[in-house]
């Protein structure tokens, strides 16, 4: 089980059965460890937001890191894959855990885009490491972001777990073919994706909700709403987190000063993005750059 160490958290939150997540926030000086057996109908999606993470399988005689910033897939129907998990310090992973039978109901009229549901493959192994995509980067910090007391907060988290395997699972072939489970029309999700494109292109000047509504070809109520089913959030909401996200990798590139990057992402002045800065980070845009060169 995992350890008990201060300035650490850990919680699991299930959903129905054969679905749950497990939520690690490291932030002390030690490695933490956690155990926990898994079956073999259970797919594993394990998400480093931050840090860096440790699982060994074979009784320890095989390892494999989980970097910042990337994630793992593991399937295997032929063997249990227990969870033998070191958390390093100052670590962040989610860990979604679905049944096979669960995951094929979320996504069985997609399973000629998901590799390992194709005919051929159902019955093999799967094993995937990769680079977590910045979409998916703002809902997993969403989630971590929840309010503990909200009364809502499970079905919000769930809600969120549905964006992320959606995004997660997005093939990404055609511009045209952005996955939704929740929206059957899909000449409103290609009218909301523009919608997502346009406020991303404008984010220095974005347009009213209104505007936008009428640019894409839709009323403002079908806007919100689907706007919020496809990317979990409003669109304004939405803009907020990419601008920070964006502004955040100015200032890593260390090309930009706190003004110019400010511009960049539509404020005129530097007070109202160092407080905006901080709304999302926790820290200003100074104290954020003096630290990565810490």
């Known amino acids: 089980m995992l350890k008990n160490v ?16 497990l939520k690690f926030q490291n932030e002390s000086n030690e490695t933490e460890v956690f155990k926990r057996d898994i079956d073999s109908s259970f797919i594993q999606l394990h998400y480093c937001v931050k840090g860096n993470c440790k699982f060994h399988f074979n009784n320890n005689n095989y390892t494999f890191n989980v970097l910042d910033k990337h994630s793992i897939f ?4 032929q063997q249990k894959l227990p969870i033998n998990l070191e958390i ?6 989610i860990s979604v855990l679905i049944s096979i039978e669960k995951f094929h109901s979320l996504f069985s009229q997609e399973a000629s885009y998901i590799p390992f549901l194709s005919e051929d493959n159902k019955n093999k192994k799967y094993y995937d490491n990769t680079e977590i995509k910045e979409n998916l980067l703002i809902v997993l910090r969403q989630i971590f972001a929840a309010k503990n007391h909200s009364s809502i907060k499970n079905l919000y988290i769930k809600g969120k777990i549905y964006e992320l395997l959606s995004l997660h699972f ?3 072939e055609s511009t045209n073919n952005e996955y939704c489970p929740f929206l059957v029309d899909d ?3 290609l009218k909301i994706r523009k919608a997502k494109d346009i406020i991303i292109s404008k984010m220095s000047e974005p347009p009213s909700l209104q505007e936008l509504a009428n640019e894409v070809g839709l009323n403002l109520k079908k806007l919100k709403e689907g706007f919020k089913q496809i990317y979990g959030d409003t669109v304004y909401s939405f803009l907020f987190d990419y601008k920070m996200e964006f502004a955040r990798k100015l200032l890593e590139n260390n090309k930009h000063n706190v003004n110019e990057v400010g511009m960049q992402v539509g404020y005129s002045t530097s007070s109202h993005f160092i407080a905006a800065f901080k709304k999302k980070f926790g820290t200003t845009p100074k104290q954020y750059v003096m630290r990565l060169s810490q």
Not at 74 to 77: A, R, V
Not at 88 to 93: A, E
């Open 6 to 21: 201060a300035g650490s958290s850990f919680s699991e939150i299930i959903f129905e059965k054969g679905f749950f997540i």
């Open 74 to 77: 593991l399937y295997n129907p």
């Open 88 to 93: 390093l310090p100052k670590t962040s992973l």
């Open 170 to 172: 997005d093939n990404g």
């Open 187 to 189: 000449r409103e999700v």
